[in-house]
């Protein structure tokens, strides 16, 4: 897969007061490398302050496809995830979604 292929995309959100990652950032950003056709997540990251929620969240969101909307990630992310951080890590995907959308409605013209 070429580099036209793939976009890069970052939601943004608060984080909680009280948490680690908090100390070092003021918001949680959400990344995503995307398959520009079919809206495949294929890698994912965070700015949760540990290497091993970072990798979590790459494992809960990668194989989504977010022309299926976002309910889903959403969904896993409730079901899977307890922490501080959780309201900010649905933020900011909704926010990750909101830019695909955007993306695809530029592109689509």
């Known amino acids: ?55 979590f969240i790459n494992q809960l969101f990668r194989g989504y496809s977010l022309k299926n909307g976002i309910e889903e990630p959403i969904k896993a992310i409730q079901y899977s995830y307890s922490g501080k951080a959780k309201n900010a890590i649905i933020a900011a995907l909704k926010d990750l979604y909101t830019q695909f959308n955007e993306l695809q409605k530029r592109e689509s013209k």
Do not use: W
């Open 1 to 55: 897969m070429n580099g036209k292929n793939i976009i890069f995309i970052a939601g943004h959100s608060r984080l909680p007061e009280g948490m680690a990652a908090q100390s070092m950032f003021q918001t949680l950003t959400v990344t995503a490398e995307i398959d520009r056709q079919y809206g495949v997540i294929l890698q994912c990251s965070c700015t949760l302050a540990t290497e091993h929620g970072r990798e």
